[in-house]
């Protein structure tokens, strides 16, 4: 017990300092310029948008809020581990009683927070002026932002995992096409010229085994044509975020720890 409440503090003591050193990197400027371009948006949507103007604003809201922490994913995870290494701070860290994991674990959970509170800030933004514009807050728009917090989690671990197995550059080109494909794979398994070949159609889904399908976390029309989300699939999706970032942690857990790091 003493050895896992040791463990546990020097995750927190990790991501207490990550934290706080991204959020110094002045990161909330990113939110406030979002913020500043969602004001503007909405303004054109309800100068020159007839019908529905609240819709028009939730869609560039939710799709606002995912871009960016999937960007800020990127840009601040590619170098959460290997920035350290390349600038021989992690000698110093690592000399102290501190393991590889809890290191790690550490970094992660601090940009995992500051993931959370862009999400969390561009969410109460676009939902006070979609009730603002007349639209009401339903129990599926606030099951799409949990989402995109898991899809950014996920995307912050695959590249993670890739600034440990390769360069900084190949490792962000490499997320963006991993990102791009699972938000494409579903409708591409379902095309009919991917069903009439065996073997695209294996390959297909071999890699929707394998790699993430991120479509699976976008409820974007669904929450547009307000239509319902069963319980049993807000589970079943939870679920495989939940186990793929899972799964992500411990192979990068293991790569970390075999790492050499000289």
């Given amino acids: 017990m003493?050895?896992?409440?040791?463990?546990?503090?020097?995750?927190?003591?990790?991501?207490?300092?990550?934290?706080?050193?991204?959020?110094?990197s002045k990161v909330l400027m990113n939110v406030f310029l979002l913020g500043l371009g969602l004001l503007l948006i909405c303004y054109i949507a309800y100068s020159f948008t007839y019908g529905v103007p609240e819709r028009v604003v939730l869609d560039v809201g939710l799709g606002m809020l995912s871009l960016s922490s999937v960007g800020m994913a990127i840009f601040f995870g590619v170098g959460l581990i290997s920035k350290e290494i390349e600038n021989r701070t992690i000698y110093m860290i690592l000399s102290r009683p501190i393991s590889r994991k809890a290191f790690l674990l550490g970094r992660i959970m601090g940009m995992v927070g500051v993931l959370i509170l862009n999400i969390l800030?561009?969410?109460v933004l676009t939902l006070v002026l979609y009730v603002f514009l007349g639209g009401s807050i339903q129990s599926l728009?606030?099951?799409?932002?949990?989402?995109?917090?898991?899809?950014?989690?996920?995307?912050?671990?695959?590249?993670?995992?890739?600034?440990?197995?390769?360069?900084?550059?190949?490792?962000?080109?490499?997320?963006?096409?991993?990102?791009?494909?699972?938000?494409?794979i579903s409708d591409t398994m379902i095309n009919g010229f991917a069903k009439k070949s065996v073997i695209i159609?294996?390959?297909?889904?071999?890699?929707?085994?394998?790699?993430?399908?991120?479509?699976?976390?976008n409820l974007k029309d669904l929450i547009l044509y307000k239509q319902y989300l069963p319980f049993t699939t807000f589970c079943g999706i939870t679920t495989y975020g939940l186990v793929y970032m899972l799964f992500l942690i411990f192979i990068t857990s293991i790569i970390f720890e075999r790492k050499n790091l000289d």
């Fill in 2 to 24: 003493n050895d896992i409440n040791d463990f546990c503090y020097k995750c927190y003591v990790v991501f207490k300092y990550t934290f706080f050193e991204i959020i110094k």
């Fill in 121 to 123: 800030i561009l969410s």
């Fill in 141 to 184: 728009i606030l099951i799409s932002i949990f989402f995109s917090i898991i899809e950014a989690i996920i995307v912050l671990l695959i590249v993670v995992f890739f600034s440990l197995i390769t360069n900084p550059t190949l490792s962000v080109i490499y997320t963006v096409v991993v990102y791009i494909i699972g938000h494409s």
């Fill in 201 to 217: 159609s294996s390959i297909l889904n071999v890699y929707s085994v394998i790699f993430p399908n991120f479509n699976k976390l």
